[in-house]
């Protein structure tokens, strides 16, 4: 059998925290564990909010903790191209469409929806599925907007890829077995924008089949996701990597930890004076 790979796939568009030295250190043991490999990707498809001093603080913390890494690690920035080519075969395929509809269309309609008494649907994050816009413009007004080439997100027509993949769709959870899939939960989402040829979910899942990652060990939060990541994978013929999510590391008030948070950040802790061996210990590694 061939090596297990391992990646921690941060995006710089903040401090790490607690959380993050978590999946960190568990990707970079496990790697040593079972004798395989561990790789450092930088998520940094969005190159406003990812800045190269935030990114060189991400390199700092990580070699403080003792992790290492290796090299050359791929940034998503430098790979746009290759993100392109993938959406463009899903274009061929029929399955991208050009969506118009702003936030504040969408806030609109969800509203109008919800005050009839006819709650429109949210995603497993929270977020209103994308009503569509036949629902909001006229074709008048779709055809203005592509005439003009407003701007646009790139979306996924979910229906039509649901069927073409066909249901049921699993993936394997490490200690959770077969989990069938539930693509459908999160409406069309956006695979790229006008001025951004990728997403989150579009890169996450071509990224790991490029660099052959075996084992996909990353936070709770990101279970939901996996599900829109095994279609992607099943659309474009990828392999199928396992999945294990970990708990997520909480504050002392019972809440997700944050980027913007300060008392958490790795940067602020050893600022304190913290040792590598006490924030494991803190973790309970
Ligand atoms: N870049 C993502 C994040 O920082 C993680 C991606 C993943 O592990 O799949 O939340």
Sequence with gaps: MSLPVYRFAPSPNGHLHLGHAYSAILNYEAAQKYSGRFLLRIEDIDTARCTPKLQANMLEDLQWLGIKWETPVRRQSGHFEEYAKALQKLDTMGLVYKAYLTR????????????????????????????????????????????????????????????????????????????????????????????????????????????????????????????????????????????????????????????SAKDTSLRELRANGMTPSQIKKRLHL
């Design 104 to 259: 504040a269309q969408i806030k609109r309609f969800v509203a109008e929806q919800d005050k009839r008494g006819t709650p429109w649907a949210r995603d497993p994050d929270g977020a209103p599925l994308y009503p569509g816009d036949h629902n909001m413009l006229s074709q008048q007004e779709q055809a203005d907007l592509y005439k003009i080439e407003a701007p646009y997100a790139l979306r996924l027509n979910m229906a039509k890829a649901i069927e073409m993949v066909g249901i049921p769709l699993f993936w394997q959870e490490a200690h959770g077995g077969k989990i069938e899939a539930a693509p459908a939960a999160w409406g069309d989402v956006v695979l790229a924008r006008k001025d951004t040829p990728t997403s989150y979910h579009l890169s996450v899942v071509l990224d790991d089949a490029l660099q052959g990652v075996t084992h996909v060990l990353r936070g709770r939060d990101l279970y939901d996701a996996t599900s829109v990541h095994r279609l992607l994978q099943t659309l474009l013929n990828l392999p199928e990597p396992c999945y294990e999510h970990h708990d997520l590391i909480l504050g002392d008030d019972g809440r997700k930890l944050s980027k």
